[in-house]
Nanobody, 115 residues
Framework: QVQLVESGGGLVQPGGSLRLSCAASGSNFSIYVMGWYRQAPGKQRELVAAITSGGGTNYADSVKGRFTISRDNAKNTVYLQMNSLKPEDTAVYYC?????????WGQGTQVTVSS
C-alpha cells in the first residue's frame, strides 16, 4: 500500500484559487504516475489531472487551462494548483497512482466553490 494524505481543500468563492497537496509514502514515488481525482455526491469518481514520472501531464477537458498538476519527488508530494474555480469543481479530491491498482483511497480533501 502507498499511503496518501491529501490536504489543502476548503471553501472558496467562484474565481478563487486553491492548492491541494498529496503526501505519499514509500520509495517508489518518483517512478509512479500520479493522479488527482474528484468525486461529487451522487457522481462517479473522475480523473482530473495526471503527471508521469517524467513530468508529462494530462487534464480532463473540464479543467484544462485552469488546473496545474506538479510533483516534487524530493518531498514525495504531488500538487494540484486550482485557479478560476467554478461551482462545478465542488467535490472531494483524492490522489492516487494507477501503478498500484489495488491501492486504497485516502480521506480526500473537500473543495467547495460557492458564493
Amino acid at each position: 500500500q502507498v499511503q496518501l494524505v491529501e490536504s489543502g481543500g476548503g471553501l472558496v468563492q467562484p474565481g478563487g484559487s486553491l492548492r491541494l497537496s498529496c503526501a505519499a509514502s514509500g520509495s517508489n514515488f518518483s517512478i509512479y504516475v500520479m493522479g488527482w481525482y474528484r468525486q461529487a455526491p451522487g457522481k462517479q469518481r473522475e480523473l482530473v489531472a495526471a503527471i508521469t514520472s517524467g513530468g508529462g501531464t494530462n487534464y480532463a477537458d473540464s479543467v484544462k487551462g485552469r488546473f496545474t498538476i506538479s510533483r516534487d519527488n524530493a518531498k514525495n508530494t504531488v500538487y494540484l494548483q486550482m485557479n478560476s474555480l467554478k461551482p462545478e469543481d465542488t467535490a472531494v479530491y483524492y490522489c492516487n497512482t494507477p501503478n498500484r491498482p489495488k491501492n486504497s483511497w485516502g480521506q480526500g480533501t473537500q473543495v467547495t466553490v460557492s458564493s
